[in-house]
C-alpha cells in the first residue's frame, strides 16, 4: 500500500475537508461502474478507501504521522528505546551500553552485564509476558511486533438485485489470482467482506485475508435511501387529472397503483415493506413519485383544449410563492 497522502494526492498540511473533496473526486473517477472496461480500477478504487480510512479519521490520521501505523493502520515496531540503525546500542538515553548479546542458551547465554539479565531486560521493555517467552540466544516478537502486511484489498460492484438476494461472483484480485465469493442477501454498500486466509503468504506467517469493498451499482430506476426505495414514475396528463389504475415494479414484482384524480406532479405515495430487506426486522418502505410526462413532440388538439382552459379556468399554483 501506497503513502495514504500520495494515494490522495494532497499534501501532509492538507485540511480535513480538502482530504474529503480529494477522496470524493478521485472516488467518482476510478469507480469501477464508471470504468467497467478498465481491469484496474477496482483495485485503485479499493486502494483509494484504504487511504481515506487513515487519513479521513483524525486519530488515525496522527497515528500515521507519527509513525505509529503503516498506510494499512496497522501497528509498526518502533524498534528498541535507545537504538539506533540496525539494532545497534546507543550510549546514554535508556539504550543498551554494557550489554553483550552471547549466542546459546543455559547458564551463560543470554544478555551478561550490569543492570541484570536478558529477561529482566525485556520484562522491562515489553512485561513479564514478552520476557518469559526468551529462551537460550534468541527470541521473538509477538502480536504488532511481528505482523507482516499480508492482507489484499480488492472491490466487487453488485447490482441492486444482486445485493437483496445474494449472488456468487467471480473476483479478481490484484495479482490476478481469481476467486468465487460468496454475496450475503442484503449487503450494503462500502460493506467489506473477508476471506480468511486467502490474501499474500509469507514464510513464519499466518496466509493474510482477502478485503472485498462491496459498491452497488446504479439502478434504473430506483435509487436507495437506508433502508427505503425511491422511485419516479412517470404518469400521462389524463391519468394525473382523471386518476388510474397504474403497475409499479418493486424488488418483488410489479404491483397496482391508484393514482387519485387530481393529482399533481410531485405526489409521493407510500408502498410500505416494499423497499430493501432488513437482517432484522420489517423491510424498508418504497416512495413513489409522480410525474406528469406530456406526448413526445406538438399536439394541436392538447394545444387547443389547454388554450380554452386557460381562458376559462385561470388559476396561480405559484401565487405562495410571492
Not at 66 to 76: M, N, S, T
Not at 86 to 99: I, K, L, V
Not at 226 to 250: C, F, H, I, M, S
Amino acid at each position: 500500500m501506497r503513502d495514504p497522502y500520495e494515494v490522495l494526492g494532497v499534501q501532509r498540511s492538507a485540511s480535513a475537508s480538502d482530504i474529503k473533496s480529494a477522496f470524493r473526486k478521485l472516488a467518482k473517477k476510478h469507480h469501477p461502474d464508471a470504468n467497467k472496461n478498465d481491469a484496474k480500477s477496482a483495485t485503485r478504487f479499493a486502494e483509494l478507501n484504504s487511504a481515506n480510512e487513515i487519513l479521513g479519521d483524525a486519530d488515525k490520521r496522527k497515528q500515521f504521522d507519527r509513525g505509529e501505523i503503516d498506510a494499512e493502520g496497522k501497528p509498526r515496531f518502533q524498534g528498541f528505546p535507545g537504538g539506533g540503525r540496525g539494532g545497534r546500542a546507543q550510549p546514554g538515553g535508556g539504550g543498551f551500553e554494557n550489554y553483550n548479546f552471547r549466542a546459546g542458551g543455559g547458564p551463560g547465554g543470554g544478555f551478561s552485564g550490569a543492570g541484570g539479565g536478558f529477561e529482566d531486560i525485556l520484562k522491562n521493555m515489553f512485561g513479564g509476558a514478552a520476557g518469559a517467552r526468551a529462551g537460550g540466544g534468541s527470541f521473538e516478537f509477538d502480536g504488532p511486533f511481528a505482523t507482516a502486511d499480508l492482507d489484499v484489498n480488492a472491490a466487487m460492484t453488485v447490482s441492486l438485485e444482486e445485493s437483496v438476494k445474494g449472488i456468487e461472483k467471480r473476483v479478481r484480485l490484484p495479482s490476478g489470482k481469481e476467486l468465487n465469493v460468496r454475496i450475503p442477501a442484503g449487503v450494503s454498500a462500502g460493506q467489506q467482506i473477508r476471506l480468511k486466509g486467502q490474501g499474500d503468504s509469507a514464510t513464519g506467517h499466518r496466509p493474510g485475508d482477502v478485503l472485498i469493498t462491496v459498491s452497488i451499482a446504479a439502478h434504473p430506476y430506483f435509487k436507495i435511501d437506508g433502508n427505503d426505495l425511491r422511485l419516479e414514475l412517470p404518469v400521462t396528463l389524463y391519468e394525473a387529472v382523471l386518476g388510474a389504475k397504474v403497475r409499479v415494479p418493486t424488488l418483488d414484482g410489479a404491483v397496482e397503483l391508484s393514482i387519485p384524480k387530481n393529482t399533481s406532479s410531485g405526489r409521493t405515495f407510500r408502498l410500505k415493506g416494499k423497499g430493501m430487506p432488513r437482517a432484522v426486522g420489517p423491510s424498508g418502505d418504497l416512495f413513489v413519485t409522480v410525474r406528469i410526462a406530456l406526448p413526445d413532440g406538438n399536439d394541436a388538439e392538447l394545444e387547443a383544449l389547454m388554450e380554452k382552459w386557460r381562458t376559462s379556468h385561470t388559476y396561480n399554483p405559484r401565487s405562495d410563492l410571492g
